[in-house]
């Protein structure tokens, strides 16, 4: 059951993401001055061992992921059928900004197709900042704990955990990777506002993150 805290955060999780991405940014920041994106630190080790994730139903999108990526999908089915493609068409926007990083490619066909406003342009912006410093990233990435927490109107408030705990930064030029120090803050709670596309797709617009949120920890 979610805590008094999760509520009150979910209660409000519409008017907190009507902030702009520069909040996000902020949110993000692990104070040191260096804005690392999703993959820029490592952490303990998952209980379970990613493996690439593959289409498995009608429309799905292809995601181009290098050799050394790896991403796994833990989501279970909340018995709604509504909830559930909200719940498949966000975890295929997390997948979609691993790939975006991963090939320096921030106007990839999936970005547009599962990102939108805001959000998508946030990302396009970041994927384009860790190019020019010359990153991208590699290793193994886990998104699990999917769960809507709001649904009206052809919008949806989502938050969903990711583990970055084996996931690097690694230098183009000459392919070494960045290595830091485990930390709690390799577990990320992302809460995620989502809006149906002219194309059926559900993108999400606007979010915000918080690095070694307790729900999302796992030790």
């Known amino acids: 059951m979610l805590t008094t805290r999760r509520r009150a955060a979910v209660a409000s999780l519409f008017a907190v993401l009507s902030l702009s991405m520069t909040g996000c940014s902020s949110d993000s920041d692990d104070g040191s001055g260096n804005d690392k994106i999703a993959g820029a630190e490592s952490g303990k080790a998952s209980p379970s061992t990613p493996s690439p994730s593959a289409p498995a139903e009608k429309n799905a999108p292809s995601f181009g992921f290098p050799s050394d990526i790896k991403v796994a999908v833990d989501r279970q089915s909340s018995g709604d059928p509504t909830k559930d493609v909200i719940l498949r068409d966000t975890a295929y926007a997390a997948q979609?900004?691993?790939?975006?990083?991963?090939?320096?490619?921030?106007?990839?066909?999936?970005?547009?197709?599962?990102?939108?406003?805001?959000?998508?342009?946030?990302?396009?912006?970041?994927?384009?900042?860790?190019?020019?410093?010359?990153?991208?990233?590699?290793?193994?990435?886990?998104?699990?704990?999917?769960?809507?927490?709001?649904v009206a109107d052809g919008k949806a408030a989502v938050r969903y955990c990711e583990d970055q705990s084996k996931?690097?930064?690694?230098?183009?030029?000459?392919?070494?990777?960045?290595?830091?120090?485990?930390?709690?803050k390799s577990f990320v709670l992302y809460s995620v506002q989502a809006a149906r596309g002219s194309a059926g797709d559900w993108q999400v617009t606007q979010q915000s993150w918080e690095k070694g949120d307790p729900s999302c920890v796992q030790r």
């Open 96 to 150: 979609a900004r691993v790939e975006a990083f991963a090939k320096s490619e921030s106007q990839t066909a999936n970005m547009s197709r599962y990102f939108a406003a805001n959000a998508l342009s946030y990302w396009a912006g970041r994927v384009e900042s860790f190019r020019k410093d010359g990153l991208t990233v590699t290793g193994d990435y886990r998104y699990f704990d999917f769960e809507v927490t709001d």
């Open 167 to 184: 996931a690097y930064n690694k230098e183009i030029k000459t392919d070494k990777v960045q290595r830091t120090k485990p930390s709690d």
